[in-house]
Structure formats: C-alpha cells, structure tokens
C-alpha cells in the first residue's frame, strides 16, 4: 500500500542544472499537489492539479513548471535550478474535489540542495 | 488574504502535562481547518479535522471562530507525542481543488 510516491529521495544540483521530481499516487485520488517545506517558514504550495488535465499556481509557483502526466501522475520540474530552491519538496493527493473534510495524503518528501 | 499563525517554534513539556498548542487564522470565507503531524522519519499524516469534532490519539481541537483560532489540546502529555504539528487551513482553489495553507509549525518536546 504505498500511497503517494516520491522520487528521488535526495538529489544534488549545480546551479542552472534542471531536473524533474516525479510523484505517483495509487489511490485513485483527484486531485494532487506539490509543496516545498523551509525552515521556519512551514510548508508553501506551489503548483497543484484540481483534476487530470488541469494545472494552477499556488504560493511560490515562479522558477517551477508542472505536468499533470496521467491521473497517478503529478511531476515538478526546475528548469534552472538556483540555490534559492534548495528544499525538501513534498508531493500530496486528495480524493473528491469538493468534499472540504477529505485530507491531503503525503509522500516522504525529496530533499533538494543545489550549490 | 488567508493567513495561519503558529506563534510557538518549539515547546517542550514533562510526561503527563497538559498540553497546548496555539493556530490562529485569518479567512474571509468558512474556515475549515485541519491538524497535521509528522513523527520523525515519517510522513506528514493528518491527526484531526475541526468538522469531524473528533479526539484522535486523546488530542482535541475547537474552532473558536469568535478568536479565529484552533489550538491543539492533550489532558496528558506522552512522550510518543513529541512530533512537529503544523495547522493548516483548507481554501476552494480556483480550478476547484481544496488548497491548504500551512502555519509555520510547532515542534512539541515531550521530556520523560
């Protein structure tokens, strides 16, 4: 039963590098999110998918592109990777679009750093 | 704007203490409001939702719309509860997906 899956676990870049962070959900859930988490600052939405086929921004969407593969697939993409992206990003679904008490499920999360 | 504070970064108290964790919000719409927690080395997992008006793992939470808050409360302080809490309120996105914005977290100590 594994949920929401994220990949990689753990990544080093260089600045200006790009890279795709991927995330699977075998839940059969609609909607999906990508969140980065920095100290002291909680977590922040950056781009989210209410549905398969839809994309939207959420908090802090600038330097990130998304694409919403499939209904199990969600991924993140840096383009150019700066250093202010260092992160651990984390990647969420959620069943029903319009039922509010239906939470976010989480993966384990990717942990960032670019030099 | 929506806005979720959690004005304790850390807090530490002794097996068997009460405890009590502060969220206040700021929502022009119906607040719904949520409890998250991650165990170290473990997912973040929701611990409670305030519309369900549950006790999971003996913690409680009342929406105090009157406040606009939604603190946290345990009678009796274990140590499998030390943990960071995040409060989070959930806002209708505009493609119609249930966003959640997060308060910053407060990391609960719980000393033997």
């Known amino acids: 039963n594994a949920g929401v899956t994220q990949t990689p676990k753990f990544q080093v870049l260089k600045t200006g590098q790009s890279m795709t962070l991927q995330c699977a959900q075998d839940?059969?859930?609609?909607?999906m999110y990508w969140y980065r988490q920095d100290p002291g600052m909680g977590l922040r939405l950056i781009y989210y998918?209410?549905?398969?086929?839809?994309?939207d921004k959420g908090e802090v969407p600038n330097g990130y592109n998304v694409s919403r593969l499939n209904k199990r697939e969600f991924s993140l993409r840096l383009e150019s990777a700066a250093p202010s992206q260092t992160s651990v990003y984390f990647c969420?679904?959620?069943?029903?679009?319009?039922?509010?008490?239906?939470?976010?499920?989480f993966g384990d999360g990717t942990r960032l750093s670019i030099l | 704007a929506q806005r979720v504070t959690q004005p304790e970064k850390l807090l530490s108290v002794f097996k068997g203490a009460p405890v009590e964790l502060k969220c206040n919000y700021s929502?022009?719409?119906?607040?719904?409001l949520f409890w998250y927690v991650q165990y170290s080395r473990q997912r973040l997992q929701l611990l409670l939702r305030?519309?369900s008006r549950e006790s999971i793992k003996g913690f409680t939470a009342d929406l105090n719309k009157g406040e606009t808050s939604f603190h946290l409360k345990k009678p009796f302080a274990q140590e499998e509860d030390s943990a960071m809490y995040y409060c989070?309120?959930?806002?209708?996105?505009?493609?119609?997906?249930?966003?959640?914005?997060f308060g910053t977290g407060t990391r609960l100590t719980v000393i033997p």
């Open positions: 989070a309120l959930s806002v209708l996105g505009k493609t119609g997906a249930n966003n959640l914005f």
């Open positions: 305030h519309i």
């Open positions: 998918s209410a549905s398969e086929g839809t994309t």
């Open positions: 929502y022009s719409g119906s607040p719904e």
């Open positions: 969420a679904s959620r069943l029903f679009r319009h039922d509010f008490n239906q939470p976010q499920h």
């Open positions: 839940m059969n859930h609609n909607s």
